[in-house]
Antibody
Framework: EVQLVESGGGLVQPGGSLRLSCAAS????????MHWVRQAPGKGLVWVSR????????RYADSVKGRFTMSRDNAKNTLYLQMSSLRVEDTAVYYC????????????WGQGTLVTVSS | DIQMTQSPPTLSVSVGDRVTIACRAS??????LAWYQQKPGKAPKLLIY???TLESGVPSRFSGSGSGTEFTLTISSLQPDDFATYYC?????????FGQGTKLEIK
């Protein structure tokens, strides 16, 4: 069974940093591109970033480019999102998600971790 | 960037109704479109990908159609478990983008 478990969320002040993790199991993690998607309270889904299978290529939404860094450790079956210079508008539940293959739709999602940016 | 526009934002429906949700892309995305269902407090669930391919395990009352810029999600006979918010997503071009969602409410 595919499982994605996010962790690392919490309360952080504006300008602060946080690192999210996503532990993957039940599939060959190193064979799939992975994504982060976020959802502000009461709002819709917003795509954040994507990493390819070996971590050599990443893409970001303009709203997080230069502040967030997505990476992966295939030996540990873990995905990361390093967030810095956090803003109030980054407050959201952050989901990690696995791409289908060969499609790029997102067929499995974690339960999400809440990041709250507030003073 | 490609903008995705869903309509309507909210739909008041009854069990047994045929439901259609529209999704429009600001430019052609061929058939690189997915539909997701999300219930309160839960992660989204993939229903359809490549505009019309049903994800494994998804009931056949769900169907998708369209190509280019116009897409629809149809639920042939709404069941109680289908009251949720539905999102379309384009994955033709980065950045990927979602529609703003369509919430199905009980009439």
């Amino acid at each position: 069974e595919v499982q994605l478990v996010e962790s690392g969320g919490g309360l952080v002040q504006p300008g602060g940093s946080l690192r999210l993790s996503c532990a993957a199991s039940g599939f060959t993690f190193s064979s799939y591109w992975m994504h982060w998607v976020r959802q502000a309270p009461g709002k819709g889904l917003v795509w954040v970033s994507r990493v390819n299978i070996d971590g050599s290529s990443t893409r970001y939404a303009d709203s997080v480019k230069g502040r967030f860094t997505m990476s992966r450790d295939n030996a540990k079956n873990t995905l990361y999102l390093q967030m810095s210079s956090l803003r109030v508008e980054d407050t959201a539940v952050y989901y990690c998600a696995k791409e289908t293959a060969p499609e790029a739709a997102l067929d499995h999602w974690g339960q999400g971790t809440l990041v709250t940016v507030s003073s | 960037d490609i903008q995705m526009t869903q309509s309507p934002p909210t739909l008041s429906v009854s069990v047994g109704d045929r439901v259609t949700i529209a999704c429009r892309a600001s430019q052609s995305i061929n058939y690189w479109l997915a539909w997701y269902q999300q219930k309160p407090g839960k992660a989204p669930k993939l229903l359809i990908y490549k505009a019309s391919t049903l994800e494994s395990g998804v009931p056949s009352r769900f169907s998708g159609s369209g190509s280019g810029t116009e897409f629809t999600l149809t639920i042939s006979s709404l069941q109680p478990d289908d009251f949720a918010t539905y999102y379309c997503q384009q994955y033709s071009t980065y950045p990927c983008s979602f529609g703003q969602g369509t919430k199905l409410e009980i009439k």
